[in-house]
C-alpha cells in the first residue's frame, strides 16, 4: 500500500487537522514492495531495494538493501550484480 497523505497533529480537541497534503513516494527501478507493505508519504525506496512483506517504511531505503519490520530497518544487504 502506498500512502501519500499526511495532516498537521492538533490540539487535543481535534488531533486530526481538516487539512491535508500529499509527500510524493519514489520507487527506483528494480525495486520490489512485497506483499502487504506499507509505505508511507515522503519515502523514496532506492534502486534494487527489496521491501519485505508488511514491513512499514516511514524513512528512505538505501538502494540495494532488504528491508523488514515495523518499523522496517535494513536487515540485509544485497548483491549489486
Given at each position: 500500500m502506498l500512502y501519500t497523505a499526511t495532516h498537521l497533529v492538533g490540539g487535543p480537541s481535534r488531533r486530526m487537522q481538516l487539512n491535508t497534503e500529499s509527500h510524493a513516494i519514489v520507487i527506483e527501478d528494480g525495486a520490489w514492495i512485497a506483499v502487504g507493505a506499507l509505505i508511507l508519504p515522503g519515502v523514496r525506496v532506492g534502486r534494487g531495494?527489496?521491501?519485505?512483506?508488511?514491513?512499514?517504511?516511514?524513512?528512505?531505503?538505501?538502494e540495494n538493501v532488504l528491508v523488514a519490520?515495523?518499523?522496517?530497518?535494513?536487515?540485509?544487504?544485497?548483491?549489486?550484480n
Amino acid at each position: 500500500m502506498l500512502y501519500t497523505a499526511t495532516h498537521l497533529v492538533g490540539g487535543p480537541s481535534r488531533r486530526m487537522q481538516l487539512n491535508t497534503e500529499s509527500h510524493a513516494i519514489v520507487i527506483e527501478d528494480g525495486a520490489w514492495i512485497a506483499v502487504g507493505a506499507l509505505i508511507l508519504p515522503g519515502v523514496r525506496v532506492g534502486r534494487g531495494a527489496i521491501v519485505g512483506a508488511g514491513a512499514v517504511v516511514g524513512k528512505d531505503v538505501p538502494e540495494n538493501v532488504l528491508v523488514a519490520g515495523n518499523p522496517a530497518e535494513v536487515v540485509q544487504e544485497l548483491p549489486v550484480n
